[in-house]
């Protein structure tokens, strides 16, 4: 880790011990070895600046930082910004502090996620997807509560949000889990296939979601996971066989499961020649 990395963890770790930190001299030192600008954000320190707050008291005044950095919008620092590291960091912290956290600090958590989610910055959505699998590594079925509670009305960012969060390995080796995964994927993927009408972006966003996260759970419950794959293979919706045949693209699926996959490649081959022929 760089020095200025071990510095704005030196500091929070000083805050945490009650030695007097310097509030200022934290957001600085996160901001500057954010990595920011550029395409990949420090993850590292982030994570590690996260893990800190995995417990149930926080020292004198760290949940407020924590709920001020979460405020911080796209107009005080936009993508890219520096600072934008700071609410990415809080997001995260957040999921991590969930599990040990009072119901009214959950419902702020909860409501800070929802923020994130919906943020026209990409980072900001990805925070959100990190803290809600921390929430999930704590314990899903808290996970599961909040993801049943926003699931109805979900819009695309949000339903981008929750099926990212679920494509996580660690949170799929529980059966029951993968296919609580696959289940909701499977509603989003109806759901999109009956409402034509969507805004370009964030449908993308859910889009490009999807075409990966079928692909993580499949792997960890492949009865299921190809057998909702063909599923949706029969569809005549040419983006949700794009979708489809993206994720039977994933090395995770293709180098372990490969008759599956041609099985299904070979459905939506079946399913295009049956349209093609019904419209002639």
Same mark, same amino acid.
């Given at each position: 880790? $760089?020095?200025?990395?071990?510095?704005?963890?030196?500091?929070?770790?000083?805050?945490?011990?009650?030695?007097?930190?310097?509030?200022?001299?934290?957001?600085?030192?996160?901001?500057?070895? $954010?990595?920011?600008?550029?395409?990949?954000?420090?993850?590292?320190?982030?994570?590690?600046?996260?893990?800190?707050?995995?417990?149930?008291?926080?020292?004198?005044?760290?949940?407020?930082?924590?709920?001020?950095?979460?405020?911080? $919008?796209?107009?005080?620092?936009?993508?890219?910004?520096?600072?934008?590291?700071?609410?990415?960091?809080?997001?995260?912290?957040?999921?991590?502090?969930?599990?040990?956290?009072?119901?009214?600090?959950?419902?702020?958590?909860?409501?800070?996620?929802?923020?994130?989610?919906?943020?026209?910055?990409?980072?900001?959505?990805?925070?959100?997807?990190?803290?809600?699998? $921390?929430?999930?590594?704590?314990?899903?079925?808290?996970?599961?509560?909040?993801?049943?509670?926003?699931?109805?009305?979900?819009?695309?960012?949000?339903?981008?949000?929750?099926?990212?969060?679920?494509?996580?390995?660690?949170?799929?080796?529980?059966?029951?889990?993968?296919?609580?995964?696959?289940?909701?994927?499977?509603?989003?993927?109806?759901?999109?296939?009956?409402?034509?009408?969507?805004?370009?972006?964030?449908?993308?966003?859910?889009?490009?979601?999807?075409?990966?996260?079928?692909?993580?759970?499949?792997?960890?419950?492949?009865?299921?996971?190809?057998?909702?794959?063909?599923?949706?293979?029969?569809?005549?919706?040419?983006?949700?066989?794009?979708?489809?045949?993206?994720?039977?693209?994933?090395?995770?699926?293709?180098?372990?499961?490969?008759?599956?996959?041609?099985?299904?490649?070979?459905?939506?081959?079946?399913?295009?020649?049956?349209?093609?022929?019904?419209?002639?």
């Amino acid at each position: 880790m $760089s020095g200025q990395a071990y510095a704005a963890l030196a500091e929070l770790e000083r805050w945490i011990n009650g030695g007097g930190a310097d509030r200022k001299r934290l957001e600085d030192n996160l901001a500057a070895d $954010s990595r920011l600008p550029g395409s990949r954000a420090n993850l590292e320190l982030a994570e590690k600046f996260a893990r800190h707050f995995a417990g149930r008291e926080l020292a004198g005044g760290l949940w407020e930082l924590l709920a001020e950095w979460g405020e911080i $919008s796209d107009e005080t620092a936009g993508t890219g910004n520096p600072r934008e590291f700071l609410p990415f960091c809080a997001v995260w912290a957040m999921g991590e502090h969930y599990g040990y956290a009072a119901a009214e600090r959950r419902e702020r958590i909860a409501d800070a996620f929802k923020r994130a989610m919906n943020d026209s910055r990409w980072r900001m959505r990805e925070a959100a997807a990190m803290g809600l699998q $921390s929430v999930g590594e704590h314990d899903f079925g808290l996970l599961r509560i909040l993801l049943e509670q926003w699931r109805r009305g979900a819009n695309e960012l949000e339903q981008r949000a929750f099926v990212a969060a679920l494509a996580h390995p660690p949170l799929l080796k529980a059966k029951d889990n993968a296919r609580y995964a696959l289940v909701l994927a499977g509603e989003i993927m109806e759901e999109l296939a009956v409402l034509p009408e969507r805004e370009p972006e964030p449908f993308r966003v859910l889009s490009k979601g999807l075409e990966y996260a079928l692909s993580v759970f499949a792997a960890a419950e492949p009865e299921e996971g190809f057998a909702l794959l063909e599923r949706f293979a029969g569809m005549s919706d040419l983006r949700i066989i794009r979708i489809v045949k993206a994720n039977l693209g994933k090395s995770r699926l293709t180098c372990k499961y490969g008759s599956q996959v041609e099985a299904v490649l070979a459905a939506v081959d079946n399913n295009s020649k049956g349209n093609y022929d019904s419209s002639n």
